[in-house]
């Protein structure tokens, strides 16, 4: 009675309407803008000037510490000028802007690559510039990186794609299902201390379903595993706990419950560029949403902007709300169409305005419904509660208790909120306080 | 696309809002008031307008001298005048409803800040004040079926007068006995809760465990199953299971929570029937446990995912 199966409780809808839409490939661009920071960690190094000629697949930033991601140029043309770029998170960043010059030409670095070792995979990962694709970024190189410890038994693929309207990894899943398999082989190979593989896939892609089983067949480690629809499948945490029930405890990784947890996109063009030597140069993004005409699934060079996807892809209708980069849930609101798809972008949502009216804010009746649907179980109403007092110490303490820091921001104790409280936002808010405050503590010692 | 706006994720919201699950409760006690009004006639209509009409205009005549945003869109106070209503005998005057409606929306909710601010349930304490301040408001009456005067008893009066006899159980079910105007007519109530559970707006462990508990405490005491279903059957314990002692503002979150502030309510229901001075408990133990809800909550911590224990500083 008082048990849990799976986590994550919330009912969102789906409008997986893309989900039989094989990619459609965008026309080369006229120009491209490409920003230098699209991942997790240092923004990457330029190494073109203006004026410069570039390839297809040449590297044109290096990748700038540990955590960071090297970037290549997704189409062929001259290096105009380097901008400056406003992310959606509010950080302003260098971009590289590059203009067709009507040819389709790879570099001639695009050659295979030959991996014998878990190295040379590492090695690949990082030169090819692929960041967790599922949404933060985090440089898929750096992922790997814990392999090496020997202590990882078991690599989940995620491929849950949980949020509405998008299918791009579905139809990763579907399309590339070889690319799959091969990146799948590439660990088997390089890391032997791995003894599982799981493939998470929410119930309701049964098509991805079937082709992965099939796929996989005569693989014995892997195993694909069929998730309930429920929102957050996708959270890394979330998805541990679905599928080899361990709890990654506060404050840790989950390489410290011996599990690694990948994007499947992500080893797909892993999988691809050490085949071909192809980096990560385009990518496949769903346009969809309430104000989109005609839905799609669309391959667009990356730093290709935002309308000429939308226009590629049918235009919009009706009064335009909202455009995001990613899903409903998680995806962030951008200030104008003219921004560029980075590395990290799966999905550009359109919302009418009608769909984007903020729910008229009432005072909590105390319904639990915040705390039903929180993934991590926590009790959101008390984080936004807590706002309120002036007693910072009362306040900290509270945060403190409740664990705050554990929130993923998945959006679901706002989604069922009835009285329409702001709790996703106030969470952001009191983690940025509780963060100030610790810090502070430390420096006083106190802690 | 001009003029996108730029906000807070997450950029859809479900359908669910306070407005729409008091409409669902409302709809869910549908039954019991058409019940109301076939069983004990035009009186019960009058109370009922008189309670719903003067908890509105409280409430809207409150926020507009204090000033605050005018809530009675949310239909809350539709809720607690029904409610009330539901909970009295045909015996109590018109003006009475009117002031216990009042009661109930300004002292217990409006002056505590609101809808969600209030400590007890609004329809409870209104019934309560009513009570003490009046006498008995739920024996008294009889239905139009049965115009004998000694039919005017409840079932649970007679049961602790021992003089007198009690309806039949076919007329418990439907109500044919005296009692408050919403609580006789057992199927209709019956209905509400299970329109509740489908529509989602409650779980089933407050209802389920206050009335078992009622029903296996009774059991034990009176040792006579007979006895035990008119325990269940008569007085306001549906009624109260159902639609008051759920309330979301004055019961704690959590199931386990749920569970024991439900099982504290059947106990002092049973300790006030048997042994207290009024015939029926089952207002009094809600408000008690109303009181200590937030304290049941504390006890009652779920583990976040993740978490781990504080450590003492
Ligand atoms: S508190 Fe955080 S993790 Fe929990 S539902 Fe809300 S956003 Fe998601
Ligand atoms: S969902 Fe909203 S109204 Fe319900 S308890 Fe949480 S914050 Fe309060």
Redesign the interface.
């Known amino acids: 009675m008082f048990g849990i199966r799976y986590i994550g409780n919330t009912h969102i809808p789906h409008f997986k309407r893309t989900a039989s839409l094989a990619s459609i490939d965008l026309p080369t661009p006229k120009s491209v803008l490409v920003p230098m920071l699209q991942h997790i960690g240092a923004p990457a190094a330029p190494i073109v000037q203006p004026g410069d000629t570039v390839e297809i697949g040449q590297k044109i930033a290096e990748a700038a510490g540990y955590v960071s991601s090297p970037i290549y140029a997704p189409i062929c043309g001259t290096v105009d000028k380097f901008e400056e770029y406003l992310r959606p998170d509010g950080r302003k960043v260098q971009a590289i802007r590059i203009n067709w010059n009507g040819e389709v030409k790879f570099h001639h670095s695009v050659q295979p690559k030959d991996i014998y070792s878990l190295d040379d995979l590492i090695t690949a990962a990082r030169e090819s510039g692929v960041v967790g694709l599922g949404g933060a970024g985090f440089p898929l190189a750096v992922k790997l990186d814990v392999l090496r410890k020997n202590a990882i038994d078991t690599v989940i693929l995620n491929g849950a794609e949980c949020e509405p309207y998008i299918t791009s990894d579905t139809r990763t899943m579907i399309d590339r299902a070889d690319d799959v398999r091969q990146g799948v082989e590439l660990l088997i190979r390089t890391a032997p201390a791995v003894k599982k593989y799981i493939i998470g896939i929410e119930k309701n892609k049964p098509e991805a379903i079937k082709t992965m089983r099939e796929t996989f067949k005569d693989l014995s480690c892997v195993t694909v595993k069929a998730l309930p629809q429920r929102y957050p499948q996708g959270a890394e945490k979330v998805l541990i706990y679905n599928t080899v029930r361990r709890v990654v405890p506060e404050g840790k990784l989950p390489s410290d419950v011996n599990v690694l947890v990948l994007n499947i996109t992500s080893m797909a063009v892993l999988a691809k560029y050490c085949r071909t030597g192809m980096p990560l140069v385009r990518k496949s993004v769903t346009l969809d949403g309430s104000a989109v005409a005609s839905p799609k699934n669309i391959k667009a060079p990356i730093g290709t902007s935002i309308k000429e996807i939308i226009e590629f892809g049918g235009g919009t209708t009706g009064e335009v709300g909202k455009i995001l980069l990613g899903g409903p849930m998680m995806g962030s609101a951008v200030a104008s169409a003219d921004e560029p798809i980075t590395k990290t972008t799966g999905a550009i949502t359109i919302l009418s305005k009608e769909d984007v009216q903020l729910p008229n804010e009432t005072s909590c009746i105390h319904c639990g419904r915040c705390a039903e649907a929180c993934p991590h179980l926590l009790k959101p109403l008390l984080y936004s509660n807590s706002l309120e007092l002036t007693d910072k110490e009362e306040k900290m303490k509270i945060l403190d208790k409740n664990k705050i820091m554990l929130c993923v921001e998945c959006g679901s104790c706002s989604f069922v909120c009835p009285a329409g409280r702001p709790l996703v936002l106030n969470n952001k808010i009191a983690k940025s306080e509780y963060r100030a405050y610790t810090e502070e503590m430390k420096k006083k010692g106190g802690m | 696309?001009e003029n996108?706006?730029?906000?807070?994720?997450?950029?859809?919201?479900?359908r669910?809002?306070?407005r729409?699950?008091m409409r669902d409760v409302v709809i869910a006690l549908l039954p019991a008031t058409v019940a109301a009004i076939v069983l004990f006639g035009f009186k019960a209509a009058l109370m009922i307008a008189v309670c719903v009409a003067s908890a509105i205009l409280s409430e809207f005549f409150f926020s507009l001298i204090a000033k605050k945003k005018q809530?009675i869109g949310?239909l809350s106070a539709v809720v607690t005048g029904l409610l009330l209503a539901l909970n009295l005998s045909t015996k109590v005057e018109l003006w009475q409803c009117m002031l216990g409606s009042m009661f109930a929306i300004i002292i217990v909710k409006c002056v505590f800040?609101?809808?969600?601010?209030n400590f007890a349930n609004p329809a409870i304490t209104g019934r309560i004040f009513l009570v003490i301040a009046f006498g008995a408001v739920a024996g008294g009456a009889h239905t139009v079926f049965t115009p004998e005067i000694s039919a005017g008893a409840t079932p649970l009066e007679i049961i602790k007068s021992g003089s007198g006899t009690l309806p039949s159980l076919f007329n418990m079910l439907i109500g044919n006995r005296g009692g408050a105007i919403g609580e006789t007519c057992a199927i209709a109530l019956i209905i509400g809760f299970v329109y509740l559970l489908c529509r989602k707006v409650i779980s089933w462990h407050i209802p389920v465990v206050f009335v078992g508990t009622v029903f296996v405490l009774s059991l034990i005491v009176k040792q006579d199953l007979t006895i035990a279903l008119y325990e269940v059957l008569g007085g306001g314990l549906l009624i109260g299971a159902i639609f008051m002692a759920t309330d979301?503002?004055t019961s704690p979150?959590?199931?386990?929570a749920k569970v024991i502030f439900a099982f504290g309510c059947g106990v002092i229901t049973v300790l006030i029937r048997f042994w207290g001075s009024y015939p029926e408990g089952v207002s009094f133990a809600i408000l008690f446990m109303n009181i200590l809800s937030p304290y049941i909550e504390k006890i009652h911590i779920?583990?976040?995912?993740?978490?781990?224990k504080?450590v003492k500083?």
């Open positions: 696309m996108l706006i730029v906000s807070s994720s997450p950029h859809i919201h479900s669910a809002t306070t729409n699950i809530t949310d800040g609101g809808l969600g601010k979301y503002v979150m959590g199931r386990l779920i583990k976040p995912l993740g978490g781990i504080n500083k």
